[in-house]
C-alpha cells in the first residue's frame, strides 16, 4: 500500500515537471490570425502572450473601426490559443495521471 502511495506521487511529480515543460515550449507556439480582409494580422503564443500586430494603413484613419477590428481579431487569436494549450496541457496531464480508482473522468 505505502509503496503504491510512493509510487502514485512519484507520478504526480513527474506529470507535474512534464505540464511546467509543456507550459515553456508553450511559449514558442505561435498563433496566426487576421481579419478577413487582412488588414489587420496578430501573433500571440499558445500561452496567449501577443507577439506582433500589424495595422494596415486604412485602419489608422478611423479610431472605432480599428477597435472593432481589434477587438473581433484578438478574440478569435485568443480563443484558437486556448485550444491549442488546453489540449497540449489536458493530453500531458492524462497521460501522467495514476491509476485511481473513480479517478476515471480524465482518460
Do not use: C
Request: glycine share 4%.
Amino acid at each position: 500500500m505505502f509503496g503504491d502511495m510512493m509510487n502514485m506521487m512519484g507520478k504526480l511529480k513527474e506529470t507535474q515537471k512534464k505540464v511546467e515543460e509543456t507550459k515553456k515550449r508553450l511559449d514558442t507556439v505561435l498563433i496566426d490570425e487576421a481579419s478577413n480582409d487582412n488588414k489587420l494580422k496578430i501573433t500571440l503564443t499558445a500561452n496567449r502572450t501577443i507577439k506582433s500586430i500589424e495595422i494596415d494603413n486604412e485602419l489608422l484613419e478611423d479610431k472605432e473601426q480599428l477597435e472593432d477590428y481589434l477587438i473581433l481579431t484578438l478574440n478569435k487569436a485568443i480563443e484558437k490559443a486556448t485550444k491549442v494549450n488546453e489540449a497540449e496541457l489536458a493530453a500531458v496531464a492524462k497521460e501522467g495521471m495514476p491509476n485511481i480508482p473513480g479517478m476515471d473522468m480524465f482518460k
